[in-house]
């Protein structure tokens, strides 16, 4: 198993993967944010980073993560992307490793924090354990974004 630099031949598979666990519409605009997130050309100036990888079994894309940080916002905070692992690789260490990648380049380029948002659906023995496990602390919540009922859960990590 190795884990690259996503590229352009990737993106069907890694939005699969990631649309495997989510909405159709999810799946669209990881689609496009895949595409800017690898074409140098695009430069994309809301960002001043954008980066995903990918990881590779047997030349299958199987997992996937990025990160992102906004011009707009302030520089040094850092948002983590979309992060999956194809259903029968999960539990075995990949998302962690994954998610290493992740927050190792947020913390090369001088990241002080590193947040994210889910869904409150995944608060039920979903990915905000998993995000616990990493350091995430919650930082609050806004109600009813993905539907009613189904809050949006901010968290966030302290790189420094
Ligand atoms: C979240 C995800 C990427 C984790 O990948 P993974 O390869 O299974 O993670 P790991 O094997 O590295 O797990 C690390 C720890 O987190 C726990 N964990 C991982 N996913 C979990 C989940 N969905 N629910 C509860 N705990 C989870 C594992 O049990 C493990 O705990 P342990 O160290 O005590 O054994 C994977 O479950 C996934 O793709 N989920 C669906 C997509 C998703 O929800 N993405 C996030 C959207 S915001």
Not at 42 to 53: E, F, G, M, Q, S
Not at 89 to 99: C, E, I, V
């Amino acid at each position: 198993m190795r884990i690259r630099a996503l590229q352009k031949k990737d993106i069907n598979a890694a939005s699969k993967v990631f649309g495997e666990h989510t909405y159709p519409w999810e799946e669209k605009s990881s689609k496009s944010y895949f595409r800017v997130s690898l074409d140098s050309k695009i430069r994309n100036p809301v960002y001043h980073c954008l980066k995903y990888w990918v990881a590779e079994e047997k030349g299958k894309v199987v997992g996937v993560v990025g990160i992102h940080s906004c011009k707009e916002c302030v520089k040094d905070v850092y948002w983590l992307g979309y992060i999956a692992v194809k259903k029968e690789f999960q539990g075995d260490g990949l998302g962690t490793r994954l998610y290493e990648k992740a927050e190792g380049e947020a913390r090369k380029r001088g990241g002080r924090l590193f947040c994210l948002f889910t869904s409150g659906e995944e608060e039920q023995g979903g990915s905000v354990k998993f995000y616990k496990k990493q350091g995430f602390k919650v930082a609050g919540r806004i109600p009813d974004v993905y539907e009613e009922g189904d809050d949006q859960i901010y968290m966030f990590k302290r790189l420094k």
